[in-house]
């Protein structure tokens, strides 16, 4: 079993900047994927960064040049550094933990909100 748990959410003006941190235990397989979601209210769910075991990384276009995903594996701690924030960047975010070949192996933490102010 795999427990994560999000933290650094908060309320920010848009320019500003916040990191998020997610925190992971449990039995983690080397070639783990991480990433981080976000919901906006009435919208779907949406990948925001994914990064590998070995450190490639992946962002939503909307966010490519303000976010960075990193993943300290001495720590178990992924982070998402967001800066240049913006009103629609405003969502729940969440941390996910999964192996692409394994369907069973997928976790979700409970989320952080992000509010961000014009």
């Known amino acids: 079993q795999v427990q994560l748990v999000e933290s650094g959410g908060g309320l920010v003006q848009a320019g500003g900047s916040l990191r998020l941190s997610c925190a992971y235990s449990g039995t983690i397989l080397s070639r783990s994927y991480m990433g981080w979601y976000r919901q906006a209210p009435g919208k779907q769910r949406e990948l925001v960064a994914s990064?590998?075991?070995?450190?490639?990384?992946n962002y939503a276009d909307s966010v490519k040049g303000r976010f960075t995903i990193s993943r300290d594996n001495a720590k178990n701690t992924v982070y998402l550094q967001m800066n240049s924030l913006k009103p629609e960047d405003t969502a729940a975010y969440y941390c996910?933990?999964?192996?692409?070949?394994?369907?069973?192996?997928?976790?979700w933490g409970q989320g952080t909100q992000v509010t961000v102010s014009s």
């Open positions: 990064i590998s075991s070995g450190g490639s990384t």
């Open positions: 996910r933990l999964w192996v692409s070949s394994m369907r069973e192996y997928d976790f």
